[in-house]
């Protein structure tokens, strides 16, 4: 008897795609890797609640910190910004993201866009644990 | 004018809902999970808050 493969009974979806492809899309956009793996509601869920932390963190004059000489968090800080995604990427295109140090609410927008950053970062690894049978 | 309670109470709701979805699959469970989480990131804000009333800014 043919023997069926962990990832086989672990994703949902019709098409299961090689587990650093699903990781990758898992990072670019917000959801997408837990959509992919046919677990829908929560991928609109964890979707929303991350494009709302950006859009409200970009609202709120936050920065999108990339490393900075001398600087050693602005290290930690730029993987969390990185972790944002194509997010990341289109305020960056659109020009956004600067941030505004004398707005009240400069250190409330930064933390927006990381905790939206890490949240993604989080659902990347949970893909990986649903691929590989340790998580449902 | 920004209300930082608001904010902090925003915050801590994304947060909830996430990690309520991230660990619970029932939905019951997921609600109480949920509620958990939210109390206790706002409670402990307000809490440490308070704790760090006393202590002068520069």
Known sequence: MATVPENARTTKGPAALPRPALMVAAWLVPGLGHFLLGRK?????????????????????????????????????????????????????????????????????????????????????????????RKE | MVDHFLLLVVQAALIAVFFAFLWKRDGRERLRYLLKVFAALVLGAVALAWLMYPFPRP
């Open chain 1, 41 to 133: 509601l929560r991928a609109a869920v964890f979707s929303a609640v991350i494009v709302v932390g950006f859009v409200l963190g970009l609202a709120l004059h936050g920065e999108l910190i990339l490393p900075r000489a001398g600087e050693p968090l602005s290290y930690l800080a730029a993987v969390a910004t990185l972790g944002n995604g194509v997010l990341f990427l289109l305020a960056t295109l659109l020009g956004l993201g600067e941030g505004v140090v004398t707005a009240a609410s400069y250190e409330y927008g930064n933390a927006f866009l990381l905790t939206a950053g890490m949240m993604n970062l989080l659902l990347v690894l949970d893909v990986h644990d649903i691929v590989v049978g």
